[in-house]
């Protein structure tokens, strides 16, 4: 059982360029999420997902997309890359209830120059 | 969204046991009540949750108010690897979503 697994762990790009930071649970999880943790601050949300097919924007959705073909995989685009997008991007699942916890992958350390 | 209001930052030593208070005043009847760590360099994990009574769990217990508007997360003897910033949040049963918002957290600090 291996969780949330995100890929890669650790990226640079150059300004304008563009990549899929990868996310995969193996829990059957309805809900899915992605967030984004700049230097000394909690954990903003960017995109969640309810259901294969089913996508929302969370607070700081700009400059990211989303798709959610499968249950297992969810995975967040940049179409073109921003230094102000230099930041670790978790991904977590969870049941589609309150009454449970949410699991979150060991992140995506993004550099951009 | 009900929010929660947390210290930004706890000493305790170690071995001692540490209560981290949240206050959630705004708390629907519908909201569970959440607590996540973040260790250093690493994703948040789930520590412990509950609704309206005491839980336990390995890790931790949780203390809930009787009017549920504050809780306190109780470490009941602090490791060095306790170190982290810990999270209150609340989950609502009726948000489809049921997104987990982050604030910013205690930060607890831990001394040999």
């Known amino acids: 059982n291996a969780g949330v697994t995100q890929t890669p762990k650790f990226q640079v790009l150059k300004t304008g360029q563009s990549m899929t930071l990868q996310c995969a649970q193996d829990?059957?999880?309805?809900?899915m999420s992605w967030y984004r943790q700049d230097p000394g601050m909690g954990l903003r949300l960017i995109h969640y997902s309810v259901g294969a097919g089913i996508t929302d924007q969370g607070e700081v959705p700009n400059g990211y997309n989303v798709s959610r073909s499968t249950t297992e995989d969810f995975p967040l685009r940049l179409l073109s890359a921003a230094p102000s997008q230099t930041s670790v991007y978790f991904c977590?699942?969870?049941?589609?209830?309150?009454?449970?916890?949410?699991?979150f992958g060991q992140g995506t350390r993004l550099t951009v120059v | 969204d009900a929010k929660t209001t947390q210290p930004n930052s706890m000493e305790s030593n170690e071995e001692e046991p540490v209560h981290l208070p949240c206050n959630h005043s705004?708390?629907?009847?519908?909201?569970?009540i959440h607590w996540y760590r973040q260790l250093p360099s690493q994703g948040p994990e789930y520590v412990i949750h509950g609704l309206t009574s005491n839980v336990n769990n390995r890790m931790a217990s949780l203390a809930i108010a009787e009017d549920r508007k504050s809780s306190t997360l109780i470490l009941h003897r602090a490791t060095l690897r306790d170190a982290a910033v810990y999270y209150c949040i609340l989950r609502d049963v009726e948000n489809a979503g049921n997104m987990l918002t982050f604030g910013g957290g205690t930060r607890l600090m831990v001394k040999p």
């Open positions: 705004t708390i629907s009847g519908t909201d569970y």
């Open positions: 829990m059957n999880h309805e809900y």
């Open positions: 977590a699942s969870s049941y589609l209830t309150a009454n449970t916890e949410a699991f």
